[in-house]
């Protein structure tokens, strides 16, 4: 079974700052993690993914992640914000073994002008 | 582009009734699921199907069922309808096999029981 924590569930920041949105993960067996995003009234849209190879990837809008196996980490960082950046964030894991993800308990990123 | 469209946006109801979540993906996708996402706690499984007819228990499968008659659509239903299932509910759907296949969320029933 894997689980998953994001360790901040509020992340404020002023528009074009940088920003860093923290997951760790638990797993007995290798994984695939992914990041998830939320804009207002919608659905989930996948932002990126690591499957393997190169640890650090490259998703939409800017935002990349760097999978540190070691740390059992999976951050989420932008060099520059906007305002429509603003949403919640999810971060994923799942088996490679499966299709079930399970997420975690979601940063909201409010980005202020 | 894929495409999962859930019947309702909001929805209210009274504790006891009888619930039906419908959701419907139009890529001939064998895989879909059901979850459940409340503040503080993110998303949790609450059934899946892997084909018509067959489903399997996620995580929090208590108090609902599911029906896939058809491989495009996916049923979520509440039997009796209780306050503590106000929350909103994400479907998604994805291809199977492979290393790996993205899921696509439909927008989400929030779904208000009194």
């Known amino acids: 079974a894997q689980s998953v924590t994001q360790l901040d569930s509020q992340v404020p920041v002023f528009e074009e700052a940088p920003v860093e949105l923290r997951c760790n993960y638990s797993?007995?067996?290798?994984?695939?993690l992914f990041w998830y995003v939320q804009y207002p009234n919608q659905g989930l849209q996948l932002l990126l993914k690591?499957?393997?190879?190169?640890?650090l990837v490259k998703g939409i809008n800017g935002f990349e992640a760097e999978f540190n196996k070691s740390q059992t980490s999976f951050h989420l960082r932008k060099p520059s914000v906007h305002i429509s950046d603003t949403a919640e964030y999810f971060c994923?894991?799942?088996?490679?073994?499966?299709?079930?993800?399970?997420f975690g308990e979601g940063t909201q990123l409010t980005v202020n002008p | 582009d894929v495409k999962v469209t859930q019947s309702s946006r909001y929805l209210v109801k009274r504790t006891g009734e009888k619930v039906f979540l419908e959701c419907v993906q139009d890529?001939?996708?064998?895989?879909m699921f059901w979850y459940r996402q409340d503040p503080g706690l993110g998303l949790r499984l609450i059934y899946f199907?892997?084909?018509?007819?067959?489903?399997e228990k996620g995580d929090i499968p208590e108090g609902y069922s599911v029906s896939r008659e058809k491989k495009e659509r996916f049923s979520l239903i509440l039997e009796s309808a209780s306050t503590n299932q106000t929350s909103m509910y994400l479907c998604?759907?994805?291809?199977?096999?492979?290393?790996?296949?993205?899921?696509?969320f439909g927008p989400g029933t929030r779904l208000t029981v009194l």
């Open positions: 690591y499957l393997s190879g190169s640890t």
């Open positions: 994923a894991v799942s088996g490679i073994s499966g299709s079930r993800l399970t």
């Open positions: 199907s892997y084909d018509v007819k067959m489903k």
């Open positions: 890529m001939d996708h064998e895989n």
């Open positions: 797993s007995s067996v290798s994984v695939y």
């Open positions: 998604a759907s994805n291809l199977a096999g492979g290393t790996y296949n993205e899921q696509f």
